[in-house]
T-cell receptor, first 116, second 115 residues
Framework: AQKVTQAQTEISVVEKEDVTLDCVYE???????LFWYKQPPSGELVFLIR??????QNEISGRYSWNFQKSTSSFNFTITASQVVDSAVYFC?????????????FGKGTRLSVIA | DGGITQSPKYLFRKEGQNVTLSCEQN?????MYWYRQDPGQGLRLIYY???????QKGDIAEGYSVSREKKESFPLTVTSAQKNPTAFYLC??????????????FGPGTRLTVT
């Protein structure tokens, strides 16, 4: 069975602080994809990143960076110099590949509040 | 502009009535999905469809029904059999022959309140 755990339910930081959102996953598949989505107050989920299980390189996009470690089954997301506009709920998700593969399994999300 | 539309944004119904939520996409995506989100919860999959005229149950399909007569459209009916229908409903789509490997694009959601 697939499972995604986001242990941090809510995080509050002051603007310009760095913040890391944790994501731990479980799967028996050797090939899988991991995703992060952002849900601002408007409600619509916005895709942030997709990473396959064979690519453990860290990725940086502006103030966002992702650390993928297969050894610890983690795919953590760091926001550098946070801004008020980063306030949202962030979801980590997993989809395995192979026969009978199923759509995304989401974690319960981490609500990030950035205070000015 | 390409995207996914869901209407209406807010929907109110009396208990015991069926209600249909619309979802339309012009992204030419093959796969479409319906999720339910409750406060403090992640997204739970209701139904998904990889091709026209075919769909599969997700984790919480009881009390819901769908149809996929056109590639662009994937309406969701919340029936009176659904015990707790009040929730935020999100529709999504993805591309590719292996659509689950690709990112999903989401609509703005419909907030359904049943009293």
């Amino acid at each position: 069975a697939q499972k995604v755990t986001q242990a941090q339910t809510e995080i509050s930081v002051v603007e310009k602080e760095d913040v890391t959102l944790d994501c731990v996953y479980e799967t028996r598949d050797t090939t899988y994809y991991l995703f992060w989505y952002k849900q601002p107050p408007s409600g619509e989920l916005v895709f942030l990143i997709r990473r396959n299980s064979f690519d453990e390189q860290n990725e940086i996009s502006g103030r966002y960076s992702w650390n993928f470690q297969k050894s610890t089954s983690s795919f953590n997301f760091t926001i550098t110099a946070s801004q008020v506009v980063d306030s949202a709920v962030y979801f980590c998700a997993l989809t395995p590949r192979g026969s009978g593969n199923t759509p995304l399994v989401f974690g319960k999300g981490t609500r990030l509040s950035v205070i000015a | 502009d390409g995207g996914i539309t869901q209407s209406p944004k807010y929907l109110f119904r009396k208990e015991g009535q069926n209600v249909t939520l619309s979802c339309e996409q012009n992204l030419n995506h093959d796969a479409m999905y319906w999720y339910r989100q409750d406060p403090g919860q992640g997204l739970r999959l209701i139904y998904y469809s990889q091709i026209v005229n075919d769909f599969q149950k997700g984790d919480i399909a009881e009390g819901y029904s769908v149809s996929r007569e056109k590639k662009e459209s994937f309406p969701l009916t919340v029936t009176s059999a659904q015990k707790n229908p009040t929730a935020f409903y999100l529709c999504a789509s993805s591309k590719g022959t292996d659509p689950y490997s690709y990112e999903q694009y989401f609509g703005p959601g419909t907030r359904l309140t049943v009293t």
